[in-house]
């Protein structure tokens, strides 16, 4: 390396990839569907970052400094790094070129599967509701760069007069998130492979460097993370190997390692050890760290502004932070906590959104902005931000007062909480005149709610926000929906029915829309996984419930059948989890307010019979802190807030939850506490890996293991089903088996779920007579 170009004072750890009307997604989905070619998808792509370079030019960050982060993904940052570094799955062997490379089509077919190759598996990203997809990586696996796209869209925005900071998934990080390839030995870890794989790092920061690129970016987010399948002295290792050896390389740009969701804790002293130029801190989630030998050689990034949360927050905290900073390096920028492809685009894309409230918010532009206010403090003085300071400290004075956000009823209730509001009593007892009310047969077999959302049914909800069907004509046209749904499954021979949740755009939105304190946006998009994405709610004020939501839906199916149908709610922590949360109380005070309505819901179900009610917490694993020492603390508020909504039932009414993923094992003892009669989990994907956990936990209560996988359309026979209700039954008693699919339906299409139910329940009797026989 010859002389070191200056760390921008401002930047971003990167940007929402999706387009601000989601152009890359409806780009990506005409090339799937074959409406346009690969050529006409790289020059949307090309144009997408044209568009995106411009307007972080025009939001303050500058053209030349290697501010503007080269953060672009066709489908996931993980994959792209899979591919540039040639770890393709084994099974897609044949996707690889002769040149090494696999092309557009290829790299689509590494993440969605085709035919019996089975797409790479997805995982959730740290605790984020994005999900990246897991490299497999082998002794096999024949490390080489393999893909120049980060240097050719660097060289394309030089074209353009903009010198950019390429952006790629470190070394460590990528191995960490990897899994051990299918026949690697007993014992291989994809990190025995770290020498090799950096000479392919090496070899891509070489190719950067004679494109001119002056800085680099290696994310390494599982650095902060304790729940990474590795001994700590092994991550700490590797990050002095892999940072040493890239540091020594001759022909670099300079390294900016950037660590969001979390500090870095013990792996920032070996970090600063090394070679690489700037270090960037979360500290939004983490804390300032203490000194340590060789910090102040380097630039620290104080990731002040969070691009986890679409709050303006307080801008004046932000600079003290960064203030402390400099008491560690002489050397400080400032930059957000995480990427912020977290954040929706633009604020100012929200002409509905009430005006106070957009005057509290600061989405993916407006955070921008912040960034390069503080960066004008660092470089010429806080004097010259005062009036930002003090217009972001205003706005949050206005927010605290605002009508709404400190509700006194709500709090009062909350206030009055005795520890008897959280406990339903003995199980025992419960059971017993469960079983009395609801005389089920022996493996009950039952579905997780939504039944497949047709054309009709979205058209419908469609010309309702549009005003062309009226409010009572889309009522009816939704119970004609039910009605079929309950049709169906009594003709398919179902024992505990479910009325199909058609009404419902979104499990988490439906309640936003139908509770007080939760605002919902109309083009906060953001990418969850590849081309989907969500539209989180905004949860800005005290929740409550205005009028019941699901109920006279529960009880017009239930007159419908005089079989037992479950009532269907999201639960509060998966509320939280899928929606931008305030920011201004401890997140277990938001979910009691949110199971406080929830409570009052199942109250009102109960009383117009319903005598099943099961609470969906899909994402009660997904909020669980990256750091260990955090963990109980969340859990403890997390089930809180699940047996405060459910709590205040009868004995005789059934409370059911259900989890979809199979890492059950860390999570077990809590999904334990939440003390639901009945709990469904995702299982059959995973073969029913979860049953031995369940079994050594000593689980007591009904426990229904998914028998059909429902992500994907086919149709598991009657044999496979059987088999896998056997499994389940060789290691749990028998009297707590439940016989469901991993999840919801709606996804689906009806061809493949008649067929899928009726294997299920034709296996479920076939199984109740082998044992009754
Ligand atoms: N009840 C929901 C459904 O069936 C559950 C969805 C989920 O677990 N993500 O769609
Ligand atoms: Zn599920």
Redesign the pocket.
Known sequence: MTEVAAFPTGTILGYPRIGRRRELKKAVEAFWAGTITAAQLEEQASQLRRATRERLHELGLAKTDSSIPEAFSFYDQVLDAAVTVGAIPIRFSSLVGHDGAVDLAGYFTIARGEGDNAPAEMTKWFDSNYHYLVPEIGPETKFALSSYRLVQEFTEAKKDGYLTRPVIVGPVTFLLLSKPSEGAPDGFSPLDRLDDILHVYTELLARLSEAGAEWVQLDEPALVSESVDADRAAVLAAVARAYDVLGETVSRPSIFVAAPYNSLGDALPVLATTPVEAIGLDLVRGDIPAPADGLETKVLVGGVIDGHNIWRGELEAAWQKLDSLRALSPSVAVSTSTSLFHTPHDVDDEPLLDERLKSWLAFADQKVGQVAALARGLATGKEHIEVTLAAASAALRDRQSAPGVHDGSVRERASRLTSADFGRGDYAVRLQAQDAALSLPFLPTT????FPQTGDIRRARARLLKGELAHDEYVAAMRDEIRRVVALQEEIGLDVLVHG?PERND?VQYFAENLDGFAVTQNGWVQSYGSRCTRPSILWGDVSRPAPITVEWSSFTQSLTAKPVKG?LTGPVTILAWSFVRDDQPLGETANQVALALRDEIADLESAGIGII?V?E?ALRELLPLKIADQEAYLDWSVGAFRLATSGVATRTQIHT?L?YSEFGVVIDAINRLDADVTSIEAARSKMEVVPDIKTSGFGRGIGPGVYDIHSPRVPSVDEVTELIEIALASIPERQVWVNPD????TRGYTETVASLHNVVEATRRVRSRVHA
């Open positions: 579905t997780i709610g939504s949740e499990m269907m099961q969906d899909p259900h979809c999840c919801g339906l709606k």
